[in-house]
């Protein structure tokens, strides 16, 4: 949920990183459907109006697949029961919490992604337009 990053949610992944710094964040290629994010996530949160957001200008957005954002990376810890608001996922064993600060839009471009970690060119990131 790349678009969340964008209002303060913390990632989830099954790995830790010991990496800190800036990140490309880009938006997953296939949509999430709407029951999937009733069910999976958001489901317990207080704020209610990221949902409607999520979701306020149409589904599937013209951004799937495409680099979103820039964040800077500054923590990386074991997901506990408590971290289920900001992460709006439900506890899991074996997931990590990455979590951002400074997480600026950009102007959306494409990128063939996978997940994992990859360093980009200097071109690339002098290529960057802030929003």
């Known amino acids: ?57 149409g589904y599937p957005w013209p951004t799937l697949g495409m680099a979103i954002a820039v964040g800077q990376l500054v923590d990386c810890y074991p997901m506990e029961l408590c971290h289920q608001k900001e992460t709006h996922v439900p506890w899991q064993p074996g997931l990590w919490c990455h979590r951002y600060e400074d997480v600026r839009p950009i102007q959306p471009f494409p990128w063939k992604g996978r997940q994992g970690w990859r360093n980009v060119s200097q071109d690339l990131i002098n290529s960057i337009i802030y929003l």
């Open 1 to 57: 949920m790349a678009t969340l990053m964008l209002r303060g949610k913390v990632e989830t992944r099954s790995r830790a990183t010991h990496y800190r710094g800036p990140v490309l964040i880009c938006a997953g290629k296939q949509p999430y459907s709407r029951n999937h994010v009733e069910k999976e996530f958001l489901w317990n949160t207080c704020r209610p109006e990221l949902f409607e957001e999520f979701y306020s200008k």
